[in-house]
């Protein structure tokens, strides 16, 4: 799996839209790029994926630049329930072992009034 | 979305006593189910792979005697910790997936084990 590089904390006002940024330099051609996030004391919880194409659905949306060396996680209106760490892994979507992850150290959102 | 639950979701145990860990798939099966802990301030890594039917597969530096793993069903994998020591203390979390279609990984909320 590609490496990931990402910022280790970052705030956002509730309301605001939350950008998160994720570095992927050495992403290879059939990996894709999942989002994960793990609020404090409970098991992580899947955001979402994409290849090459921006995706969004009800909980994010996610940029994928053209070249595929980084993407972004936008959470378009913050909230106080959406202070976690965000964990963003690069991984070929096997689905025998998608649960087979390896995480990096994340971002910690914090969210404030 | 599919879920998994794990049970207990908190345990305080006596030094050199055993803790079974319940993961269990509750609307669908998994013939495979990942075992991971997470220490205090740190990231989540991965211990072992628990395979249903078959011995789990652990990761380099686990001990597979002292963390004991059955997956007896294709919807509950167990983890043992035996003879438990305070540095065992930590945020084990489980996760499953569908065996076809998504590919997204479903975690169980966490057992938080302290001990004593």
């Known amino acids: 799996d590609a490496k990931t590089t990402q910022p280790p904390s970052m705030d956002c006002a509730e309301g605001r839209a939350a950008n998160l940024p994720c570095n992927h330099s050495?992403?290879?051609?059939?990996?894709?790029v999942y989002w994960y996030r793990q609020i404090h004391s409970q098991g992580p919880q899947y955001i979402i994926h994409g290849l090459k194409n921006n995706e969004t659905n009800e909980m994010a949306s996610l940029i994928i630049t053209e070249d595929r060396k980084s993407s972004t996680l936008i959470l378009p209106h913050a909230t106080l329930r959406d202070t976690a760490v965000y964990y963003c892994i690069v991984r070929v979507p096997w689905t025998g072992t998608a649960s087979k992850l390896t995480f990096g150290t994340g971002t910690r959102l914090q969210v404030t009034l | 979305g599919a879920v998994v639950s794990q049970h207990p979701s908190r345990v305080i145990c006596k030094s050199g006593t055993s803790v079974k860990i319940e993961c269990r798939s509750l609307?669908?099966?998994?013939?495979?189910m990942f075992w991971y802990r997470q220490f205090p301030k740190q990231s989540l890594m991965l211990m072992a792979t628990s395979n249903e039917g078959s011995k789990a597969t652990y990761e380099q530096g686990v001990e597979k005697d002292k963390f004991l793993i059955n997956h007896a069903s294709l919807t509950l994998s167990t983890l043992t910790v035996t003879s438990a020591h305070p540095e065992d203390s930590s945020f084990y979390i489980c996760?499953?997936?569908?065996?076809?279609?998504?590919?997204?990984?479903?975690f169980g909320q966490g057992t938080r084990l302290t001990v004593v």
């Open positions: 996760s499953a997936n569908l065996d076809r279609g998504n590919t997204e990984a479903f």
């Open positions: 050495t992403i290879s051609g059939n990996e894709y």
């Open positions: 609307d669908f099966q998994a013939t495979t």
